[in-house]
């Protein structure tokens, strides 16, 4: 038989075990993960709430520009060429009469479409690249490290210029084609900078306790990479992305501006800064709201950037 006193004693410790069991989850030092510790401190930085206010305004111009114009960007008249800002037209006309306003609107798909896709075949490449890097390491790591040293050593405005120059001819004047060799450009001339950032995550992360007990159990490399490794190693991609986005905008309308990037008939603000340097002096306008509209994006992507930078930064906290 069991000892009543034994029984006595352990029914208490039992519930009070229970209790503090069910209460642990509550209370105010419960433990959260990295990604909900970061999103608990974005809440509160009023850098991150306005970056997102901007981005998503933007996002909407991009998805429904109809909703803000029902002029096309594409009609011209050249009796309205270079006319100044009216009642009629916000933004003025441009050279051949065509509405900076409504050019100035559905530009902004083109610039941030650009911006995501280069930014998505970079984290691509480069996090593929890094991955194998660091999760291999020896010939591998030596051979993707060397690899990314070359293109790290070309400059990104000469290597623009050389790769459409050469393959502009190819596409010939689809907007399309066009579009896409600039968008490949610059993931191609980009890449490394993620790869190096994947690369030092995937060393971090192949060293530790579950790296090693999923190989230990006979988990596959690709299953390695694919569901321990690469979860654990996005934070820092991630962060870069943010940041790099923005960059990627201003880049587009870096080429378009040196004549080498998208050209009319697509509508984009590089596009249309580029067709407004010449008349500066005589009708500022032109440039000034296609040039705010970018300063604006690029600026909105970087304060985003810096804000998940430091919420996933536990020094910063």
Known sequence: MSDPSALGTAGPIAEASHDLATAAPEG??????????????????????????????????????????????TAGELARSRQAPSAQAWFGYDLLGRDVFARTIYGTRVSIIVGVLATTFTLLIGGVFGLLAGFY??????????????????????GAI?????????????AVGITSLVVLTMA????????????????AARDQDYVRAARALGASPARVIWRHMLPNCLAPVL?????????????????????????????????????ARDYLRVAPFLLLFPAAFLAVTVLAFVMLGDAVREAFDPKGR
């Open 162 to 174: 050389v790769i459409l120059s050469t393959f502009r001819e190819s596409v010939g004047g689809d």
């Open 28 to 73: 105010p030092d419960t433990p959260r993960s990295l990604a909900s510790d970061a999103w608990h401190d974005l809440r509160r930085r009023p850098l991150f709430l306005i970056s997102v206010a901007l981005i998503a305004v933007l996002l909407v111009l991009a998805a429904f520009p109809q909703l803000f114009t029902s002029v096309d960007p």
């Open 188 to 203: 191609v001339l980009s890449w490394p900078v993620t790869m190096r950032i994947m690369r030092s995550a995937a060393i």
């Open 239 to 275: 962060v870069y992305a943010t940041i790099s986005l923005g960059s990627f905008i201003g880049a587009e309308a870096t080429l378009s501006f040196l004549g080498i990037g998208l050209r009319d008939p697509v509508v984009s603000w590089g596009v249309m800064i580029s067709e």
């Open 137 to 158: 390491g020896g010939w591998v790591d030596n051979l993707v490290s060397r690899f990314t040293d070359v293109f790290f050593g070309l400059p990104f405005v000469l």
